[in-house]
């Protein structure tokens, strides 16, 4: 790619993401000095001494607990008026893999954990394949609270939810995020584009890789389908190091 459209694309993408940060309350980031530089540079032509040495200020990384502290009892859209208990999300605060799926499901509404009823024992089966167990990764969802009868997300549900799975994301800082399903695809991705042309491939989520695949729900309607979610969670193996045993 062309440096000038990199430095573009570079941009929009960090704009996009201020912009969600704004969104859930973050109106300021701390900033830190760049690395100092020693040596001689060039600057215009010219010869110029080493800069001076400046310490770096840590940059604090938000955690998950203040996510979910803000986020509270949430009632921002009228899923709180339907919902058991608010499924925020599981696993390991610094996992190198994370699962986005859609929208927790009657047992999950229930018991206040993502993937716990008949898709998510087909997830865990999934994540052990890929030689983790569940509690080495994170999971989520796109909402955090159940559409009644386990109808689609809507777009004013997603909206509202979304700042606070951004911060979920920025808090874990995975190696890899791995969507499950449409409709974590298409909000992660700000894109249309259906699960079937978008699995298989990685896609950059603010200079994460994240690969859509098929919803383990899906799978458990078309389990011919499985083949091509392996296939697509190789690649994330790949991506992580991860050796297949044979
Ligand atoms: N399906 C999802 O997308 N998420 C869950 O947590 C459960 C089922």
């Known amino acids: 790619m062309h440096e000038a459209e990199e430095a573009r694309q570079l941009v929009a993408s960090l704009c996009a993401y201020l912009e969600d940060l704004q969104e859930t309350g973050i109106d300021g980031l701390a900033y830190a000095e760049p690395a100092p530089v020693t040596g001689t540079v060039r600057l215009n032509g010219s010869d110029t001494s080493p800069t001076a040495s400046v310490q770096a200020a840590p940059v604090e990384q938000e955690n998950l607990d203040q996510v979910r502290l803000d986020l509270g009892e949430c009632a921002r859209c009228s899923l709180s008026g339907t919902r058991t208990n608010l499924v925020f999300g599981i696993g390991n605060p610094a996992a190198r893999l994370v699962f986005v799926g859609e929208a927790p499901g009657r047992d999950e509404d229930l018991q206040g954990e ?60 995975p190696e890899a995020i791995v969507c499950l399903g449409t409709f974590a695809a298409q909000t992660l991705l700000q894109t249309k584009e259906p699960i079937s042309k978008l699995r298989g491939r990685f896609h950059d989520y603010h200079g994460i890789p994240l690969m859509p695949t098929f919803h383990p729900a899906f799978l458990l309607r078309n389990p011919a389908m499985k083949r091509e979610v392996w296939e697509d969670m190789q690649k994330v193996m790949r991506l992580l190091n991860i050796e297949l045993k044979k």
């Open 114 to 173: 993502p993937f716990v009823g008949e898709a998510g024992q087909l997830l865990t089966k999934i994540i052990s394949a890929m030689q983790f167990r569940r509690s080495d990764v994170y999971i989520c969802n796109i909402l955090k609270c159940r559409p009644p009868g386990n109808r689609n997300p809507q777009p004013e549900e997603i909206e509202q939810c979304q700042p606070f799975l951004l911060r979920q994301l920025g808090a874990v800082n």
